[in-house]
């Protein structure tokens, strides 16, 4: 666990739940990353497009501001 929200949120931004999981939150930084691997598949398969991207990076923005907003030094 670090004592820096915008560590935890840039890792977040790299990687979906990673954020979480400094920040302690094991079981939402599981989900987010499980979100991350079905919403990778789903973007390659099925809209392999714009829209696909557009998407993706949303979900990272708001992986981002959820390990922000939910830090809590401990």
Same mark, same amino acid.
């Given at each position: 666990?670090?004592?820096?929200?915008?560590?935890?949120?840039?890792?977040?931004?790299?990687?979906?739940?990673?954020?979480?999981?400094?920040?302690?939150?094991?079981?939402?930084?599981?989900? #987010? /990353?499980?979100?991350? &691997?079905?919403? $990778? *598949?789903? !973007?390659? #398969? /099925?809209?392999?497009? &714009?829209?696909? $991207? *557009?998407? !993706?990076?949303?979900?990272?923005?708001?992986?981002?501001?959820?390990?922000?907003?939910?830090?809590?030094?401990?």
């Amino acid at each position: 666990m670090t004592n820096n929200k915008i560590i935890n949120a840039g890792a977040s931004l790299i990687i979906p739940g990673l954020g979480q999981l400094l920040n302690g939150q094991t079981q939402k930084g599981i989900i #987010f /990353l499980a979100v991350l &691997i079905l919403l $990778n *598949v789903f !973007s390659y #398969f /099925l809209m392999n497009n &714009i829209f696909g $991207n *557009v998407i !993706s990076l949303a979900y990272h923005v708001f992986a981002c501001y959820d390990a922000y907003t939910n830090f809590e030094i401990k």
